[in-house]
Every structure is written in structure tokens, then in C-alpha cells.
């Protein structure tokens, strides 16, 4: 219930910001605002306040910002269409603004209470806390994975011997090849223990065990100095994610399929619960994460987001008059529909995916 809830929270957070970005400039544009929706209809209650609604709605899992005129139906003052293209053009890309700023800030403040990181030197880790050496990678078919070690997980002891260094790890597993091995493992607070063979014969690029490790600690920065570096990791961010974007794109018309990896509403929110048990810090870095994916996804210009408006606002601008209301009607309504296929069948694949996480949630919740 718990990882429920945190979910819904930072989808919430997420989601608030995004449309407070349009609510915003929409209102400095002289837009009239209709509503102010938090979740989706049908509509739990709603306050108006001069000529907006803002309302609390049932489903929590979005939000919207309806504007007078949005879908091209009228020109009349006050309405989204009676507006020039540049103040169209700052309310359709507010949104995605907003969720950049929104990653900035969570970075900065992880930045500053202290950022998990990979220590590269020795001088890093005299001034770090928390040192541990962690799994960053689990081979496919590997021992590690048969003993079910995950990305994530602390390596404490290898046979009852504390393990200080990757170095140490790797020699007391190399020592035990073809052994049974007990390690204590630790993922957040929760301490359990793992019993593996490792390989005598290992393939090539992977280890007796098949897993990749790193030494990290908590490394923490003063104000003036954290705002620079959550700005600059905001935006690294954003370049990874677009390179990850590409290769899903080229795997996709290359036949090779979606990636395995790419995950819906379930598998986030599973993915949340595990960053939630690893610390505030993990939580709000895999927040930031999914507000920079939130500000690519609506930015793309695909029909029913807010890139695709911005298209044909674009489209507008060059040809001098706007697309039909009905053409660009149908092309968002098609968009949209296709968007809820896609989310769908994501949605299956994570609850293949995710399944003993999930029978867990609902063993506890009943």
C-alpha cells in the first residue's frame, strides 16, 4: 500500500507541475481557463473561483488544464485560438518547461542532502559517506540472477567475511569457484542472505558470478554549488534519455522489437517502491528521471501531446491559416487512442513483468 500511495504522490507532483505550466502562462496570455483538473473525470468535487473550475478528480493518474477554445472551435477573445502564435507556442511548451525546472530543483536539493555516487578515487571516498560496494548489473542466465541479486543490492559479506572494496568481492568470489557461496546482501534497510555457485567457466565479459559491481558513497555539496550541478545533471539527463529514445526508435522499425526495459504506469510504479526503499535521495532522483521522460514524451510531435499542437501551430504559422478544426480534431483523437493502446499493452507486458511484486501488493492489502 505504501508504494501505492508514494506512487500516486509523485505521479501527482508530476503531473500538478506540468499543467500548472500551462495554467500559468495560459492565464498571463489572457486565455480564459476553464478548468483546473487534477486526476481525470468523472470529477469528485470542484471550487470555482471567477471563471475557472479547479476540481479533484477520481481517476489519479493525470490532470488537465482546459482552455477556452483549445481545440480550435472558436476565435472569440479570450480563447486559445484568438491568440498570437508565440503566446500559443509558450503555453503548449510551458508544460514540458515546468518538469525540466521540476528536475532541476529535485537534483539540486539531492545535490545538496547528499548524492549516491560511483567513487572513482580514493580521495572521494575518504570524504564519503556510506561506502559499500553495489550490484550495477546482472547478466541474463547468470548465478547471480538464478539467486535473484538485482541492480541495487549491497554486497556485505561473501562467506561471512566483510567485503570493504570491488576488488575483495571479485577475489573472494574467484576463490570459491564452483563452491556454494553465502553472501549478505542488503537493499536499503532490508538485510537477507543468498546462496550461489559461482562459475568455473565463465563466458566472455562476465564473471563467476555475472554481475557488475561499483564502490559508492554519499557524497553531498554546498547549496551554491548543488544548484549548478542539478542543473548541469538535469540536462545530462535529458541527452541520455533522448540516446535512449533513438535506440528504441531504430529497435522498433529495425524489427528487433521494444526493449525490454521500456515500462508503463505498473512497472513505474513497482520501480518507485524499489527507489523508495533505497533512501529520499533515490526516490527523488528517480523522480527527476521520470519528469525529464514526462518533458521529451510531450514534447515529441506526435498528435494528442503537447509536441503535436505545437506542430500544428507551427503548421499554422507557415501556411498562413490554421489546419481545419476537424482534420486536426481527428488526427489528435486517433493520437490519443493510440496513446491508450500503447499504454495498454505496456501495461500487460509489466504485469507479466512484475508479477510476484504485484501478487505481493495485493496479498498484503487483503
Same mark, same amino acid.
Given at each position: ?14 503531473? &500538478? ?8 502562462? $495560459? ?12 486526476? &481525470? ?17 477520481? #481517476? ?29 507556442? /509558450? ?18 536539493? +539531492? ?46 559479506? +561473501?562467506?561471512?567475511? $566483510? ?47 555475472? #554481475?557488475?559491481? +561499483? ?10 554549488? /548543488? #544548484? ?24 522498433? &522499425? ?40 514526462? $518533458? ?15 506542430? &500544428? ?44 511484486? #504485484? ?8
Amino acid at each position: 500500500m505504501l508504494t501505492f500511495l508514494i506512487f500516486v504522490v509523485v505521479l501527482g507532483l508530476l503531473v &500538478f507541475v506540468h499543467e500548472l505550466g500551462h495554467f500559468i502562462m $495560459a492565464k498571463r496570455a489572457g486565455m480564459k481557463v476553464e478548468e483546473f483538473g487534477f486526476g &481525470f473525470p468523472p470529477r469528485l468535487f470542484g471550487v470555482k473561483y471567477k471563471e475557472t473550475i479547479y476540481s479533484l478528480n477520481w #481517476i489519479p493518474l493525470g490532470g488537465f488544464v482546459k482552455i477556452f477554445g483549445e481545440n480550435g472551435e472558436t476565435d472569440e477573445a479570450g480563447s486559445f485560438r484568438s491568440k498570437s502564435f508565440l503566446q500559443r507556442f /509558450a503555453v503548449l511548451i510551458a508544460g514540458v518547461t515546468m518538469n525540466m525546472a521540476l528536475a532541476w530543483f529535485l537534483l539540486s536539493i +539531492v545535490f545538496g542532502i547528499g548524492v549516491p555516487t560511483v567513487l572513482e578515487t580514493e580521495d572521494d571516498a575518504a570524504r564519503a559517506e556510506d561506502v559499500k560496494v553495489q550490484v550495477v548489473d546482472v547478466a541474463t542466465s547468470s548465478p547471480a540472477e538464478e539467486a535473484g541479486l538485482q541492480i541495487g543490492d549491497e554486497i556485505r559479506a +561473501v562467506q561471512g567475511e $566483510a567485503v570493504e572494496s570491488v576488488e575483495q568481492a571479485v577475489s573472494l568470489v574467484d576463490a570459491r569457484r564452483g563452491e556454494e557461496t553465502e553472501l549478505t546482501l542488503a537493499f536499503g534497510d532490508e538485510e537477507r542472505t543468498a546462496t550461489v555457485v559461482p562459475r568455473a567457466e565463465t563466458p566472455e565479459g562476465e564473471g563467476a558470478l555475472g #554481475i557488475g559491481l +561499483v564502490r559508492t558513497g554519499t557524497l553531498s555539496y554546498p547549496w551554491y554549488e /548543488a #544548484i549548478g550541478r542539478g542543473f548541469v545533471s538535469a540536462f545530462a539527463l535529458l541527452g541520455t534519455i533522448v540516446i535512449a529514445f533513438g535506440t528504441i526508435i531504430v529497435e522498433i &522499425f529495425s524489427g528487433a522489437g521494444v526493449s525490454a526495459d521500456l515500462a508503463g504506469p505498473v512497472g513505474i510504479a513497482v520501480l518507485t517502491g524499489q527507489a523508495a526503499k533505497l533512501g529520499i535521495a533515490s526516490l527523488l532522483q528517480f523522480t527527476a528521471v521520470l519528469s525529464v521522460n514526462l $518533458a521529451l514524451i510531450n514534447v515529441l510531435p506526435l498528435p494528442a501531446l503537447d509536441g503535436g499542437r505545437i506542430l &500544428f501551430a507551427i503548421i499554422e504559422k507557415l501556411r498562413g491559416k490554421p489546419v481545419s478544426q476537424k482534420t486536426e480534431g481527428m488526427v489528435h483523437t486517433v493520437g490519443f487512442v493510440s496513446l491508450l493502446v500503447l499504454m495498454l499493452a505496456v501495461t500487460v507486458r509489466d504485469v507479466a513483468r512484475f508479477w510476484d511484486p #504485484i501478487a505481493n501488493f495485493f496479498q498484503n492489502l487483503f
